[in-house]
């Protein structure tokens, strides 16, 4: 018995460390800790099965980083929201960019936009990312 019990356990470490392995550097998504609470309690030793307790403190924590996720999503949402109305009280004012050739570049904004969640700014015909903004000149009326 104590021989079965153990080939279960290593089965259930192995299955678990495969999967954990199959996960990489994506994070751990919902389906991924059920697939692996899944695992864990298919091969559990029948004569000690997994604590009650421990069975809630998962699911809390899986709760706990699903909200955590939700938050952060909505916090990058709120960030470029607030990069793009500060990129709009710039348009028609003379402003100063970092090319990506290192290079300065200099003239009115037309117009602000977000491509690939970067704000760009929109002078003289070509684009550039708000983040290479170096000054910003109010025209004199």
Partial sequence: MT???????????SGAAQTASEIGSQGLKR??????????????????????????????QLNSLEELQGINHKMNDLAQGVNLTEASSLIGKEVMVSTKEGEEAMGL?????????????????????????????????
């Fill in 3 to 13: 021989v079965t019990s153990t080939t279960a356990a290593g089965t259930a470490a």
């Fill in 109 to 141: 904004v037309s117009s602000v936009s977000r491509i690939s969640g970067e704000v760009m700014l929109r002078i003289q015909g070509a684009s550039y990312p708000l983040s290479s903004l170096i000054h910003v000149q109010n025209q004199e009326v």
């Fill in 31 to 60: 389906e991924d800790f059920m697939l692996l609470l899944l695992t864990q309690l298919k091969h559990q030793d029948p004569l000690e099965p997994m604590d009650d307790q421990a069975l809630m403190t998962q699911f809390t």
